[in-house]
């Protein structure tokens, strides 16, 4: 099975864009949660969705956002960057509802906000 | 927040030796996992041990639990080179639909 692809792998933008980042999941899983590192803060949970609907999200402004499709792709979207957006950002798969099992990370997307 | 916190932050060995990183953590949790990381990309699951386990091995890896303590220790004998990666010990959340990680131990194995 291919892994967790993720695109774009690099990003560069200025503070007050906006950025969409995509996850495509391991195929069969319905589980895709995002995932911010920087090295101050380390790995912190953005937000999980499952069958198109999130499920948890984590401790981040409005500003983060995302979303599931039907075929379990998912993308994230921060508006109006801020310099601290630099970071990061995982996507994982799982194939397993209710409690949490093993994740499967994509590469990641490395965005930078000048 | 923080759930799992590891310790040492950062460990440097030669190939062959055994190394161990200690990770703490803070509320009930009902497994914790340890993923590896090398160099700024994706996280690699390792091994998931659940509460009511007390150790875990596979491969050269060994996991051990301790829930009074609320700490899990990740061994990894006889090292070598391509060990080098960043270990990360992670929890569920509350909720139980995310994982809470720590922040990593930096293993370098030279050769």
């Known amino acids: 099975k291919a892994g967790v692809t993720q695109t774009p792998r690099y990003l560069i933008k200025t503070r007050g864009q906006q950025v969409t980042l995509s996850c495509s999941p391991i195929s069969g899983h319905r589980s895709v949660s995002w995932y911010q590192q920087t090295p101050g803060q380390g790995l912190q949970f953005l937000f999980e969705?499952?069958?198109?609907?999130?499920?948890n999200k984590g401790n981040f402004p409005g500003r983060f956002s995302g979303r599931q499709f039907s075929n379990s792709r998912s993308e994230m979207n921060v508006s109006t960057l801020e310099l601290g957006d630099s970071a990061l950002y995982l996507c994982a798969s799982s194939p397993r509802t209710g409690l949490v099992h093993e994740q499967f990370f994509g590469p990641g997307t490395r965005l930078t906000v000048l | 927040s923080q759930q799992g916190e590891e310790d040492p932050q950062a460990l440097s060995i030669q190939e062959g030796e055994n190394a161990t990183m200690n990770c703490s953590y803070k509320?009930?949790?009902?497994?914790l996992q340890w993923y590896r990381q090398n160099s700024g990309r994706g996280l690699v699951h390792l091994i998931l041990?659940?509460?009511?386990?007390r150790e875990k091995h596979s491969g050269r890896l060994r996991v051990t639990l301790d829930t009074s303590k609320k700490s899990s220790s990740l061994l990894i004998t006889a090292s070598r080179a391509a060990d080098t990666a960043s270990y990360f010990c992670a929890t569920d959340s509350q909720a139980g639909t995310a994982l809470i990680f720590g922040k990593g131990t930096t293993l370098s194995v030279s050769s």
């Open positions: 509320t009930s949790i009902n497994n």
């Open positions: 969705y499952f069958s198109e609907t999130q499920r």
């Open positions: 041990i659940r509460s009511n386990e």
